[in-house]
């Protein structure tokens, strides 16, 4: 994973973005790879399957991160992502001061909060989907988060 960060890292100092747009995509790289290792599939056959793709597309750069995640992970990311769906940054900014206030976290270090940081410092709306490998055991997620250039 770090080698991944100092690469995108390069990437993003290369592009010339204004300061703020420049430290959103990295913060979003961040926790989209810390997504990715905590909560990936732990299958002896599958272990480590994932990827990021970092592109630009208009006036926008997109990450995209994906991974295999059982069932169990599947169901408690479309909570997230439902309690997150139509609301302004505002909302998403009280809500995760008072899930950080409520202190409640899973045995992962999560509770949400990944989703409500990649919602708020994203630009447009967090897109995911599930596509089933084996229907209620296991799928592959993936997430699309963008930065608008200027």
């Known amino acids: 994973m770090d080698a991944i960060l100092v690469e995108l890292e390069y990437m993003i100092d290369r592009l010339d973005l204004p300061k703020k747009n420049a430290k959103r995509l990295f913060t979003l790289a961040v926790e989209?790879?810390?997504n990715i290792e905590r909560h990936g599939l732990d299958h002896p056959e599958f272990s480590g399957v994932s990827f990021v793709l970092f592109y630009k597309r208009e006036q926008q750069f997109v990450l995209v991160f994906g991974n295999l995640i059982d069932d169990r992970t599947k169901r408690l990311l479309e909570y997230h992502l439902q309690r997150i769906e139509g609301l302004g940054k505002d909302e998403l900014k009280e809500?995760?001061?008072?899930?950080?206030?409520?202190?409640?976290l899973t045995e992962k270090g999560g509770g949400g909060l990944g989703i409500l940081t990649l919602a708020l410092k994203s630009s447009g709306k967090v897109k995911a989907v599930f596509t089933p490998l084996e229907e209620g055991v296991f799928y592959l997620f993936s997430m699309r988060v963008s930065v608008d250039e200027y």
Request: hydrophobic share 40%.
């Open 32 to 34: 989209g790879l810390q």
């Open 95 to 104: 809500m995760l001061i008072r899930q950080l206030d409520r202190g409640e």
